[in-house]
Each structure stands twice: as C-alpha cells, then as structure tokens.
C-alpha cells in the first residue's frame, strides 16, 4: 500500500495567506460596506436624524439658520443637502452619506495604524472597526458623527507623518483635516489639544531613545516647532469663516446641553462598553444612552471583566512599545480625560456619540494587540466577542413611520395632529409641514416654536374640542392613546377611533 505524502498544512495557509495579502483590505473594506449598507433604511429616523433631515430640505439660507439655531458648524449639512438631493432626501439617501463615511473610517483607520506600526496592525485595526456595532450604528446615523471621525483618524495619520518626516505637506494636511473636523462637530475642536498632547509625548520618548536626561535643554521639546504651529495655523484658517458663530455658540452651549449629566470616572468604561457592544438604536439611544446590556450577565461584571482586560492588553503592548501605546492612549483615553476634566469645571461633553472619535482609537488599540498575539489567541478572543454579541439583549426600534410615509398619498385630504414636540420634528420630515399641527398632549400650552428644527411658523391647538372641530383631523402616535390622560380637559380617548396602525405607529380620527 502506498503511503500518503505528508500535508504540510502550515506550508498551505501560508501560501493561502500570501495569495490574499493584497486582497485583505479590500475585504474588510467589504465586509465594512456590508454591515454598514443591511436594512439602511428600515429604521425610522428619531429626534436628531429627524432634524438633519428636516434642515437639508430647506433652502440653502434656510438650513444655514436652522443649524446655528441648533448651535452646530455647517459641514456636515453642507456636504449632505448636497449628496442626498440626488436620492431625494429619502432616509436611505441621507444615512447612506454616513455609511460611505464610516466605511472611509475602516480605510483611514488602516492608514493610520500601518503608519503607527505596521501593515498587519493596520488590517486587524480596520477589521476591529468593519465590525464593531459602535461603529456600524453611526455609520447608519444621519447625524454628523462618521464625518468627524474620518476627520480626525486622517488628521492622526498625517499628524504622524509630518512628526516622522518633518515634510510642511503633511503637517498643512493634518491642519486641514482637523479644521474640517472641527467644522464639522465642536467636539473637533476639544479634540485638538490631543495632537498637541501627542506631540510631547513623541518628544519625550524620543528624548529617552538618545539616552538623554530631562534638563533646561528638554524644554525645547516642550514648545511647538515651526511644523506643529503651521498645522494648527492650517486648521485654523479652514474654520476662520465660522468663528463669529463659534463665539457665539460657546456663550449658549451650556444651554443646549442642560440634557447631559455630570460625569463620573466610571463614565470611561461605561462608554467603552458601548463602544464595543453599541447601544440601543433610535430613539431610546436619544439623550444619555446606556450600553447594550446582556441577557443572565451582570452589569457589574461587563464593566469589570473591560476594566481587567483593556488593563492588560495596555499593559502588553505598553511592554512592547511604550512609544506606540502611549501614543494611542493619548488618542484615546487622553481625548476621554480631556473632555472628563472639562466636566469638572461645568461643561458636560461626556456622551458616547460625542466621544465617537476616540473610540475609532480603542479600537486601533485593540487591533495593534491582536496584530501582535498569536492567531489560537485571536481566534479565542473573536469567539468570545461572537458570545457575548450572542447574549446580548436586543431592543425594538421604530419603524412605522417609513411605513406611514409610503401610504401617506391615502390622507392626502387629512390634517395631521401630533401628540408631542418631538413627533412634530419627525413627522415633519416624513409628512412636511403644509397639514401639520401639534397638540402637545400632555401639556397644551406648552409652545416650543423657539425649537431649531420647529420654528415660528408652527401651527399648534391648545384643546382637544379644536381638534374635534376639525372635519379633515386624524391624530398620530406612537403609543396606543386608550387610557392616556390630560390636563386639557376636553381630552377623552373614548372619542377617538383606531383607523389605521403601521408597525408601531397609529392613526386615529374622531368619532362621530
């Protein structure tokens, strides 16, 4: 019997492996595009994707005013108005910005650890990104969040250019980059003084590479070089045009944001929980969100098993390189302790979408340490992050007002009653304004007219006989209307009638 030549199955993967290596980008940028692209459009809009929609379907000069009402740069809706006016401004069309975007974030994400380490850093990174729920959500979000991180990972990846070559391009390009960032959301601008941070953490390790000992003479690499002072002059001249609006904005920023509480130092791995599990979608991760919880495990115990691991994969790679990791956890934890110590003296930043950014560099971090381990450890650790994904518990999401949209021709002689203010901004968007009126419910006299995405032109009723006066009225909502109870007296449930219910949202008109 002849005996079988031995398989060197090593010797095949890495042929496999070798075959692949020019392709491996191109199928995390893929697989990115896949999981940012599924169902799109399913979910309906909630508050804030409501306003962007809402400000990009005005005039030019109409949105303009809406988003510095609503104390917000204009890049973002400057670019978008422009992009989904080719889709109509339909929810897939404006999300669908975000996901090229956040696919973008994969690719820059890429550069920017292959720059920091090597290219094997640079594809576990991206592919850390590709599938990470944080990620994906704001990649499906029409709001401004995977613009500014694209941003800012570009600014990275040029900003280590320019420290490793000292070429004037990169350091004008990563002041470009940033000024865009900060055009695009605030948070670009606390942003900033990591680079600066970065910029003598380089010095220092650079200072121990060459032996030498901190004296006067180190206090040169303390001050920003000619390089560093042209990157920061670059992102300044991009957002010049805006300042007079920024100073403006900061004097009422405070109270724009009276919604976010104060933060505590259990806030940073209670958002990197989030980071890596995401948070419930729509309208219940409005406000403070909070993490994706798990069915039979305990929240405690998730905080403490992030705490001890992300501590001993800092610890490993800080063993490694401590010049790259210290690099990255200015990045990362050095942008959550900046925007921690500014709650401190009042201003409350300490949202996990305003963080997204320094996310994006948790999860480099974790890719350069999966880069650096041993492939049974890798295939170990994913398998254990597919669990946890398993037993995490998922939330319902709204979707019946994509479903009422597409039946709205059947009320076309009707006039629309919305029950609270921020429905009003939703169906605003769904259904437009021409047959709009809101009823706040559960408090009539309340006017919110003054409200960015409502404005002065809102048509509202302060009783209940007003809208049963109307002969074209039918009342939405999302909540069955049964048992709900008013101070507007006239209000009665019992008056109503259930005509119509998509998913979850329901239509209903008076009796006769």
């Given amino acids: 019997m002849p005996i079988m030549p031995k ?12 075959f692949l290596d020019p392709y491996y980008l191109w199928l995390i940028l893929i697989l990115a595009s896949a999981f940012r692209l599924y169902q799109i459009a399913l979910r309906d809009f909630w508050y ?7 400000a990009v379907k005005e005039k030019f000069s109409d949105m303009i005013q809406m988003i510095i009402n609503d104390i917000h740069p204009p890049l973002y809706y400057i670019c978008l108005k422009v992009f989904s006016s080719f889709f109509g401004y339909s929810v897939f069309g404006i999300r669908l910005f975000s996901a090229i975007l956040g696919v973008l974030s994969v690719w820059a994400v890429y550069l920017f650890a ?4 090597d290219k094997r850093a640079g594809l576990f990174a991206a592919f850390v ?16 969040y995977s613009m500014l991180s694209f941003f800012l990972i570009m600014a990275a990846y040029f900003f280590l250019k320019a420290l490793k070559t000292n070429q004037t ?3 004008i390009l990563w002041g470009v980059f940033l000024g865009c960032a900060c055009l695009t959301h605030y948070m670009g601008i606390v942003f900033s003084s990591t680079f600066y941070l970065a910029y003598l953490v380089w010095n220092i390790f650079n200072e121990i590479a060459y032996g030498h000992k901190f004296n006067f003479k180190s206090i040169n690499g303390l001050i920003p070089t000619t390089g560093i002072l042209l990157g920061y002059g670059s992102a300044f001249l991009v957002f010049s045009f805006w300042i007079g609006e920024f100073y403006r904005h900061i004097t009422d920023l405070g109270d724009n944001l009276k919604w976010v509480r104060p933060a505590n130092l259990g806030d940073i791995f209670w958002n990197i ?11 219940m991760s409005s406000g403070m969100p909070n993490p994706n919880f798990f069915h039979h495990i305990q929240q405690t115990s998730v905080l403490s098993a992030l705490t001890v691991f992300l501590t001993g994969i800092i610890i490993y790679l800080f063993v490694k390189d401590k010049k790259k990791t210290a690099i990255l956890l ?16 009042g201003k409350h930043y300490f949202v996990s979408r305003y963080l997204v950014p320094g996310a994006y560099f948790i999860f480099t971090l974790l890719g350069v340490w999966l880069s650096q381990i041993r492939w049974r450890y890798v295939i170990a650790t994913l398998a254990l992050y597919a669990v946890l994904l398993g037993f995490m518990a998922h939330l319902g999401f709204s979707t019946g007002w994509n479903v009422l949209k597409e039946n709205s021709p059947k009320y076309e002689k009707n006039n629309f009653y919305i029950l609270t203010s921020f429905d009003y901004v939703i169906a605003r968007y769904y259904l437009g304004e021409k047959k709009l009126y809101l009823y706040n419910v559960d408090w009539p006299a309340y006017d919110p007219s003054r409200w960015a995405a409502i404005g002065p032109e809102l048509r509202r009723v302060e ?8 002969p074209n009225a039918i009342i939405i909502s999302n909540t069955p209307l049964t048992n709900k109870r008013s101070v507007d007296q006239s209000f009665s449930p019992n008056r109503l009638e259930l005509i119509d219910s998509y998913k979850n949202i329901l239509v209903y008109k008076i009796k006769k």
């Fill in 114 to 117: 292959k720059e920091l380490c």
């Fill in 169 to 171: 391009k990169s350091y």
């Fill in 273 to 283: 929980q989030m980071f890596l599990f995401g948070t419930p979608l729509g309208e």
């Fill in 330 to 345: 200015v990045f990362s934890f050095g942008f959550f302790g900046i925007v921690y110590a500014l709650s401190l003296y």
């Fill in 463 to 470: 009783s209940f006989d007003a809208i049963a006066s109307d």
């Fill in 129 to 144: 990104v590709a599938i990470s729920p944080f990620a994906i959500q704001y990649s499906q979000e029409a709001r401004m």
């Fill in 7 to 18: 398989v060197n199955f090593s010797e095949k993967i890495k042929k496999l492996s070798n």
């Fill in 48 to 54: 804030d994707e409501a306003f962007t929609g809402v």
